[in-house]
């Protein structure tokens, strides 16, 4: 597509359920990143994918935490047993590859969670 | 020490006015920095990279410093569209992330 694409974009949710974000990279951008924003904070990288290579998951906050991609296309984000720190925008981003970050991310809009 | 500082601000000028923002990094091994704008509840987006001989588009001017670890980004001619969080990044190809500061807050009054 022209754009990263994220769905939904708002999610209100029960504390302890679990939630499925979905990102759609744009065509042909073979690395796809999720980020989390807290309300007034930075960027939190969470998980990076990069074709078919294993993803680096460095920055997932905890095991309820996890995410797939599909070859170079949608990616899924999902929060298991959600609680309310999950509350936060989480950002999707893509590029046409690692090694050419200088070209920058390209973001989509991100999902709003809300955990109540 | 975060790996990639900015002054959170804000930064409070009048229309017209010249701001400049410093960004300082730890990781000497970092390669690629940029600048992104990021307005209230919207996502970043690219606003420029900086590059080893500095660069400017428009009234934005960003040069890198290599020898002291720190990337600045100017604005002239400040207009009320520019009202919003610039946030620095570094790229090192060693670790393969970008790093993201914490972003300063720009307000550019009437």
């Known amino acids: 597509g022209a754009g990263v694409s994220q769905s939904p974009s708002n999610k209100v949710t029960e504390k302890g359920k679990d939630v499925e974000l979905r990102c759609d990279p744009i065509s042909g951008h073979t690395a796809l990143y999720w980020y989390r924003q807290r309300l007034g904070q930075g960027l939190e990288f969470l998980i990076y994918?990069?074709?078919?290579?294993?993803?680096?998951k460095s920055g997932l906050p905890s095991d309820r935490f996890s995410a797939e991609r599909t070859g170079e296309s949608v990616s899924t984000l999902t929060i298991q047993r959600t609680q309310q720190e999950d509350s936060a925008v989480y950002l999707c981003?893509?590029?046409?590859?690692?090694?050419?970050?200088?070209?920058?991310?390209?973001f989509g809009s991100g999902t709003r969670l809300t955990v109540v | 020490r975060k790996e990639v500082e900015q002054d959170p601000g804000p930064f409070n000028v009048p229309e017209g006015a010249t701001v400049a923002f410093n960004c300082t990094y730890s990781?000497?091994?970092?390669?690629?920095f940029f600048w992104y704008r990021q307005d209230c509840r919207k996502e970043p987006k690219l606003l420029m990279s900086?590059?080893?001989?500095?660069n400017e588009d428009g009234r934005f001017t960003a040069q890198l410093n290599r020898a002291s670890q720190y990337i600045s980004l100017l604005i002239r001619d400040s207009k009320l569209s520019d009202s919003a969080t610039y946030l620095c990044?570094?790229?090192?190809?060693?670790?393969?992330?970008?790093?993201w500061g914490l972003g300063t807050s720009l307000a550019v009054n009437p």
């Open positions: 981003a893509s590029s046409l590859s690692y090694g050419r970050a200088w070209n920058g991310y390209t």
């Open positions: 990044v570094a790229y090192a190809g060693n670790n393969r992330k970008l790093i």
């Open positions: 990781n000497s091994a970092s390669q690629s």
């Open positions: 994918f990069q074709g078919n290579s294993a993803p680096d």
């Open positions: 900086v590059y080893s001989s500095g």
